[in-house]
């Protein structure tokens, strides 16, 4: 069996949401009727049903796949703690094959619902996309971006504030799986912003491809959820007839920490003066998820100048 199929299975067979039976109803006995000292017979209580168990969501072929994957993802109420978030640390829109196109130019030609045209060694610039979040048809391709379904921000406070260098490559250029990049009318990815399903959903008759894929995308990187996230994602599958997205294959990921990143502010020291024996230069220790370190608690600190004199380097 592929990858993809034996994710497809593996994701099929996960337990923990298999629609359940809703319990039978019971009623309790009938008092049999007494006689008054008047002769007149006491009516006998009405019966009552006993409570009976909520019934579990019910999804439609296809979309119980995602239910389950959903399933799957971690809990995580504290997303806001895993603080030292920099988009730099995603490096993105790379060439990864080495073809002469980058990300984004790969996703602007597959998704382009007409022939593209293009200058140089390959930036687009005209072709017809449907930007899913608010429905807009654009011919220039300067008018999209290419955003991140998940955005960079989200999946490090999910996550990626734990994996290495390499991996944040990846997850911001993957291409690996048709839901992670769209192209998107600029004002609507504006409107997005780094908002999670629970804050922000794009127009009525995008919802169910969105969450599909929003929940493709946390499973494949494995990125934890929060409790109203993981809310508002499965309310909406619930009202999906169709899976619209495939089911994605699990992406290789190498974590260099279990410690979140310290809930500080600082100054705008560099740092770069001094060489850390583990990275060289601020600029590469952060780029693995590092600093800021603190003076008298993180010996990594001593490796650096503090140009600002606010007790810490590489902020």
Not at 32 to 50: F, I, Q, R, Y
Not at 51 to 62: C, D, K, R
Not at 161 to 190: H, I, K, M, P
Not at 203 to 223: M, N
């Amino acid at each position: 069996m592929g990858g993809f199929g034996l994710v497809l299975a593996l994701a099929l067979g996960l337990s923990g949401c298999v629609p359940g039976q809703r319990d039978s109803t019971t009623a309790t006995p009938s008092v049999s009727a007494t006689t008054a000292k008047t002769g007149a017979p006491t009516p006998s209580p009405v019966p009552t049903a006993s409570p009976t168990s909520a019934a579990a969501p019910v999804f439609a072929a296809g979309v119980e796949a995602f239910a389950q994957m959903l399933a799957t993802l971690s809990v995580d109420d504290q997303p806001e703690s895993y603080t030292g978030y920099v988009r730099d640390y995603f490096a993105h829109w790379e060439d990864a094959n080495g073809n002469g196109c980058n990300t984004r130019a790969e996703v602007l030609i597959a998704q382009t619902l007409a022939a593209i045209t293009r200058h140089g060694s390959c930036t687009i610039d005209t072709g017809s996309w449907v930007s899913l979040y608010d429905g807009v048809t654009l011919m220039t391709a300067g008018d999209l971006d290419i955003d991140h379904v998940v955005p960079l921000s989200e999946a490090w406070k999910s996550g990626a504030w734990q994996w290495d260098a390499a991996t944040r490559e990846q997850f911001a250029n993957d291409l690996g799986y048709a839901g992670s990049l769209l192209a998107v009318s600029a004002s609507s990815n504006r409107s997005k912003g780094d908002k999670d399903p629970a804050r922000w959903m794009p127009v009525s008759g995008a919802t169910c491809d969105y969450v599909q894929r929003w929940i493709g995308v946390k499973f494949r990187w494995s990125l934890t959820v929060d409790t109203a996230e993981k809310t508002v994602l499965s309310a909406t599958l619930v009202g999906c007839a169709v899976a619209s997205q495939p089911v994605p294959t699990k992406a290789t990921v190498t974590r260099t920490s279990n410690q979140a990143p310290a809930p500080v502010t600082g100054g705008n020291g560099s740092g770069d003066s001094v060489t850390d024996p583990d990275y060289g230069t601020c600029k590469a220790a952060k780029a693995n998820g590092r600093g800021p370190y603190i003076s008298g608690v993180d010996p990594e600190y001593a490796f650096y100048r503090d140009g600002d004199s606010d007790g810490m380097v590489c902020e």
